[in-house]
């Protein structure tokens, strides 16, 4: 293994592992005051929540997937996953060894993508190229991503044949009674099939033959299918590191109210690998960079602890676009649905404010 040495004798060094939503943000924000590293396993960031209308509109995702050295320009980039944590180091799967006096964990969920920019890009179009070339399209999975990519395909290909099959009593179980009943009516205008309660035997087609069967026997042609259910949080490989004893029984890593892991001073998760009681959100994740950051510069200062920034759960809001005008918003005491919550996301998916806050233009897509 390969020890790589800090650049700077004086400034404190910071391993972020995980670029996304929650890493790219306190790496941004830790850059000039810190030797920072961030190991993640791809050389891109990406605007999550976007991927579905990338998916329609390859173009989008010219804003949306962004190379981890457009916002940081003050730190080293390790394209290589973390396969260790030692009270001291952090191990990659290419041999690399990077030491840390603070370390901010941000793996969220486990998902295969692509290393580069480039390919990710290549995907969407080939996706895109997939649903303009089909007449018919499963959707597996009835939580927000297969809800918002069905509402994505039935504005722009109204013509095609849409089916949700989910597993599940209704669409959307992460938010109330009231915001699905809202998604599934306006799935019902636009003419998209939703099945309930069943399961999809993805190996019950081939390639010459487009039906699939579900659990309660019904059949479904489809020319092409997307599997959108949930993916496992990224946190597996943390059983084999001096934090196994600091997950709990779904794998979230537990912190305190500084968003520290318990019993570590140095070390802080954010993001959806934390056992935060509340709901999973890009947004949320961004908080946590946010107070995770003070309280490491605090710390880097040699501020007094008793001055950490606590971090309190907010309420429950949720908006789920359908399409490029209409979503469901959920708010603490009410529920709406159509344009006019639409206004808040769907056009652009906050896409510009996210690049904003990253330092980036919201607009133009950088050479």
């Given amino acids: 293994m390969e020890k790589t040495e800090s650049e700077s004798g004086e400034r404190r060094r910071v391993v972020v592992i995980g670029g996304g939503i929650a890493g790219s943000l306190a790496s941004k924000f830790l850059q000039f005051d810190s030797d920072l590293t961030l190991i993640d396993p791809k050389e891109y960031f990406e605007i999550i929540w976007a991927s579905l209308r990338s998916m329609v509109e390859p173009s989008f995702a010219e804003r949306s997937v962004i190379n981890h050295k457009k916002y940081l320009q003050n730190g080293r980039v390790v394209t290589s996953p973390a396969v260790n944590i030692t009270d001291t180091d952090v191990v990659t799967a290419d041999g690399l060894v990077f030491g840390y006096d603070y370390?901010?964990?941000?793996?969220?969920?486990?998902?295969?993508?692509?290393?580069?920019?480039?390919e990710?890009?290549?995907?969407?179009?080939?996706?895109?190229?997939?649903?303009?070339?089909?007449?018919?399209?499963?959707?597996?999975?009835?939580?927000?991503?297969?809800?918002?990519?069905?509402?994505?395909?039935?504005?722009?290909?109204?013509?095609?044949?849409?089916?949700?099959?989910?597993?599940?009593?209704?669409?959307?179980?992460?938010?109330?009674?009231?915001?699905?009943?809202k998604a599934f009516d306006w799935m019902k205008s636009k003419r998209v099939e939703v099945i309930l309660n069943q399961r999809v035997d993805l190996s019950s087609a081939s390639d010459g033959n487009k039906t699939y069967r579900t659990?309660?026997?019904?059949?479904?042609?489809?020319?092409?299918?997307?599997?959108c259910t949930g993916k496992p949080l990224s946190s597996e490989w943390l059983k084999g590191t001096v934090l196994k004893d600091n997950l709990d029984?779904?794998?979230?890593?537990?912190?305190?109210?500084?968003?520290?892991?318990?019993?570590?001073?140095?070390?802080?998760?954010?993001?959806d690998i934390t056992d935060v009681p509340e709901m999973k959100q890009g947004y949320?994740?961004?908080?946590?960079?946010?107070?995770?950051?003070?309280?490491?510069?605090l710390l880097m200062s040699g501020g007094n602890e008793k001055k950490m920034s606590t971090y309190k759960p907010g309420p429950d809001i949720a908006i789920i676009s359908?399409?490029?005008?209409?979503?469901?918003?959920?708010?603490?005491?009410?529920?709406v649905s159509g344009c006019i919550p639409g206004l808040i996301k769907s056009k652009d998916l906050f896409v510009g404010k996210t690049r904003k806050a990253r330092?980036?233009?919201?607009?133009?897509v950088e050479p």
């Fill in 322 to 335: 359908l399409g490029r005008k209409d979503s469901v918003a959920q708010f603490p005491f009410m529920t």
């Fill in 249 to 271: 029984g779904k794998g979230r890593l537990m912190v305190d109210e500084y968003l520290r892991v318990k019993g570590r001073k140095n070390v802080f998760a954010i993001g």
């Fill in 103 to 118: 370390l901010v964990i941000a793996t969220g969920h486990n998902d295969v993508l692509p290393k580069t920019r480039q």
């Fill in 359 to 364: 330092g980036l233009d919201p607009n133009i």
């Fill in 284 to 297: 949320i994740a961004e908080k946590h960079a946010s107070v995770a950051t003070k309280n490491i510069k």
């Fill in 120 to 181: 990710k890009l290549s995907q969407y179009q080939a996706e895109y190229e997939k649903i303009k070339s089909s007449e018919s399209i499963l959707i597996v999975g009835g939580g927000p991503s297969g809800v918002e990519l069905a509402a994505e395909i039935a504005v722009d290909f109204p013509e095609k044949k849409v089916t949700i099959v989910h597993n599940g009593s209704r669409l959307l179980e992460f938010v109330g009674q009231k915001a699905a009943d």
């Fill in 215 to 227: 659990s309660g026997g019904e059949t479904i042609h489809a020319d092409c299918h997307f599997l």
